[in-house]
């Protein structure tokens, strides 16, 4: 088994989960480790080569030194573009948090020094009627990395994430700053902020309009 992974979630759906997944993906390899990627659920597929795939699935394949065939790495993939549990009512599937884990043991069980594991949406993002993707996220038991989408109402988004996190008893790694505009009022003091009141440190800040990592304090990674 792996000796470690991070499972990686947002503040809302595309906050930049996917950039920031290939930046780690890129850095932990580039210190010699041993890297897979899971997208364990995706919505919005569009269908190639006779198959399901998702945008945020292929980047992630695409950075892993040894990639392996996209099932692996995507093993549901929905074709609507609208939350996932109603994507897959739409293909009468119902999804289940441990089928959807099961699913994922082929990878778990490669002899990888990490697993990054990039879930759908938000952090409570539902499953069914009972599940959202927080009981996924428990299954794996890595833990987490928050990617917050600077913008007004950031501070709220991200309180209530970590709250819930916490909740789940799962270990915050650190989060991270994703700034959508790069005008927006008091950025920096917004960034301090959210940076005083979490116990996790600040991983990385984000520009989405390239997505390139302004800065990275990747330390809290090289602790093997």
């Known amino acids: 088994m792996m000796n470690k992974g ?10 930049g989960k996917t950039s920031f997944s ?13 890297v897979s990627a899971l997208k364990p659920v995706a919505s919005g597929c569009e269908k190639l080569e006779g198959i399901w795939k998702n945008d945020d699935a292929l980047k992630l394949l695409q950075a892993l030194n040894a990639a392996p065939q996209y099932e692996t790495v995507n093993p549901v993939a929905l074709p609507d573009a609208i939350a996932p549990h109603l994507a897959a009512k ?18 778990l069980n490669q002899q990888n020094d990490y697993c990054i594991v990039e879930g759908a949406g938000g952090w409570l993002v539902p499953l069914n009627n009972k599940e959202t993707m927080a009981d996924l996220a428990i299954l794996f038991n890595f833990p987490v990395v928050i990617v917050v989408s600077m913008k007004l109402g950031c501070m709220n988004h991200c309180l209530l994430t970590v709250e819930s996190i916490k909740k789940s008893g799962l270990k915050i790694a650190g989060w991270v700053a994703n700034v959508f505009d790069p005008e927006m009022e008091k ?6 902020t959210v940076e005083g009141l979490l116990t996790a440190p600040l991983l990385a800040t984000m520009m989405q309009n390239n997505e390139s990592l302004i800065e990275c304090r990747w330390m809290h990674f090289n602790d093997k």
Do not use: R, Y
């Open 90 to 107: 739409k293909q009468n599937i119902e999804l289940k948090a441990q089928d959807i884990f099961q699913s994922c043991q082929s990878v």
């Open 6 to 15: 991070f499972f990686i979630t947002g503040t809302d759906t595309a906050v």
């Open 22 to 34: 290939v930046a780690l993906i890129h850095h932990l390899q580039s210190q010699g480790n041993s």
């Open 187 to 192: 950025l920096q003091e917004n960034i301090a």
